[in-house]
């Protein structure tokens, strides 16, 4: 772009300052030289278009007025308080011209009567915009009405006429009552609520959440009863009775009540996740993990490579969505969760490698794999997530670090190898971890999104047991791994460094 | 005449007979177009779709000194142009250097304006969301974010970056956009 250019688009948004000597030279240019100005009104009209599909319609009300909608609809008791919530919501607004113009000279008891006749009316114009999607036969670009919608696999990015933004992840059924009432009837979806669209409200078989801004999530398949958790600002969940949740906070809505829960702001998509895993779509990284996993179909090493597609195991897991649209993750998040796993195999090396999101790093120990009779059998393997610190660690019964000091060093876990950096900066997104063991050198690596974090030496000659285990805890059950579990691979030789950041590279969804 | 148009004339027809709620229909074919043109020459979206309204109403009240073998989307820009020279006079005592600027742009380039617009098929702007949504994260942040204001500035310091340099990704997003809109279009 030239300068010129670039002047005159400052000039003309006024997002930067420009002097009125440049002002006027640009003007002068834009007059008299016919490319320039061209080229300049194609900048601004594409602005121009840009702005008005990315804001929702107003509300054409003096239109309204002026077509002379003022006839009243028949009322049934769920919409008694619809008018009520509908003036609040005006008044509450800060009042645009378009609105308080028509406002200006009503009496209130006629204004409500126009708004009980206009909200009714509104009630069959709902039109939401779908905005991206992964989703088979839901493309960006078309709209939603006042319909069921049913979602099998992706995820849909939602834009509502007063600005609200809505990621909704598959498995789904929602439907939208309104533009400001969405009923969620399966599946999650996390919410950002401008001041425009205040009072948005989700509901669901146990209650509703009614948001007074700005960013929220709510998980209508939760096993005792939806959950609504806040990430900013403020929402009323109502279940019986009614709660103010802060940014911070989560609730689970039981019918009759509202019990506080932690908060899992991570195991929701964003926006701007939703963003980046289209592009990776769009990529074709999905087809490009799926040509590695063919390939590794070969390797006579190759253990296990579980994407839990058609996985049938039992546990206390939920199945969701996984790092494409349409494949399958294992989510643990309360406390009993898990999933059984039983190699029944040794290794004199291996390389463990788990895509995982976590949701948070809570202040116990998460669980990725864990053997069981680890006191009585050496050779048995934990593979672990530290608390609080969020360090990987991979005691293997039997072995210890070499350099470790059990006079002087206070921390018992030091006993065990472990990664250099945390994965707390990985929390809320998919991230690859991996871990190699070589039992004749004692050399045990640690790789966090295809990169080497760390090497260390333990106890060498110790043969690697995999029999009975678990998946995202372990059997006393209060190390659940708090997040999902996509593709979980067991390889019986010591990957090299190059090898394993080739695959992430080829693995990954962003 | 086309389909659409001989639709509009039907829906025109209905509106003449009484049908006055279907002018709605009219206002929500045409609403995304008209604040396009019009948020092409103030930016200012609030503005824009205040002086939209205004040019909704015109139109309806002036309905039937539309031609029926006329460009509905043209004769309403025609409205639109009449506002906008009214907007901006009735604001050039007060008005900023911004606003000044635009009235002059806006005078200036009236018929690359209305040359452009004539020329934007529906389903451009349908074509342009689906296209925002597949622009590289950082392109599409800018997107979002607009040029107006303070939010170039914000923006800059959020992304360690310089307001000129913002202004060279939403260029590079437009020209990715226009690609993008011109392969959707291709059957």
Known sequence: MNDDLSLFLQAWTGGAEVSEAERQRLLQRFETEAAFRAECVEEIRLLGMIKAAQTPSPRWLDVQDALGLSQAAESSAAEDDLASRVLRSVRS?????????????????????????????????????????????????????????????????????????????????????????????RGRLSAEVPPNAKGFTVVTASGEAVDLGTRFGVDADAPSGAEVHVFEGEVI?????????????????????????????????????????????????????????????????LVLWEDFEHDEREGSFRRVQGRWPGSVSLEFAEKGDFAPLNLATEAAQFTLLAWVRLDRLPEAMQSIYHGHDYDQQPGT????????????????????????????????????????????????????????????????????????????????????????????NWNRQDRVLSGRLDDFIVIRRVLPAAEIHAFYEATKPY | MNADESDLNTLLDRIERGETDLYLGVVRRYELMLRSYLAAQLYDISEADDLAQEVFLAAWRDLGSFRRDGDFGAWLRGIARNRLLTHFRSQQRRASAVERFQAEVARVAEEEMEAGARHDESGRIERLLHCISRLPEKLRRVVHAGLEGARPAALAEELQTTVPAIYQLHYRANQLLRDCMTKEAQP
């Not at chain 1, 990015?157 to 600005?163: F, S, V």
């Not at chain 1, 949740?245 to 964003?270: C, H, M, P």
């Open chain 1, 93 to 185: 607004e800060s009042p645009t011209r378009l609105r308080t113009r028509w406002l200006a000279w009503r009496p209130l008891a006629a204004a409500a009567a126009v708004m009980l006749a206009f909200a009714f009316w509104w009630q069959g114009r709902v039109q939401v915009h779908v905005v991206a999607s992964s989703a088979p036969g839901l493309s960006a670009g078309t709209s939603l009405g006042r319909e069921v919608c049913e979602i099998e696999s992706g995820t849909l990015e939602l834009l509502t006429d007063r600005g609200a933004r809505v990621v909704i992840e598959a498995p789904a059924r929602f439907e939208f009552l309104t533009a400001q009432r969405l009923r969620l009837m």
């Open chain 1, 237 to 301: 969940a109502h279940a019986g009775q009614r709660v103010s949740l802060k940014a911070g906070e989560a609730g689970t809505l039981q019918k009759a009540a509202v019990s506080r829960r932690d908060l899992r702001e991570a195991a929701f998509i964003s926006p701007a996740e939703n963003g980046a895993l289209a592009e990776g779509l769009r990529q074709g990284r999905a087809a490009m993990a799926e040509e590695w996993r063919t390939r590794y179909a070969k390797d006579a090493a």
């Open chain 1, 381 to 472: 393997v934990h593979w672990l997530v530290r608390q609080n610190v969020g360090t990987m660690l991979l005691p293997v019964s039997g072995t210890r670090r070499l350099d470790f000091d059990g006079e002087k060093e206070r921390d018992r876990l030091r006993l065990y190898p472990a990664s250099q950096h945390s994965v707390r900066g990985s929390v809320g997104r998919w991230t690859l971890m991996a871990v190699t063991y070589d039992s004749a050198t004692g050399q045990v690596c640690f790789y966090q999104d295809g990169r080497l974090d760390n090497e260390e030496r333990v106890t060498a000659g110790v043969m690697a047991r995999f029999g009975e285990a678990r998946l995202g």
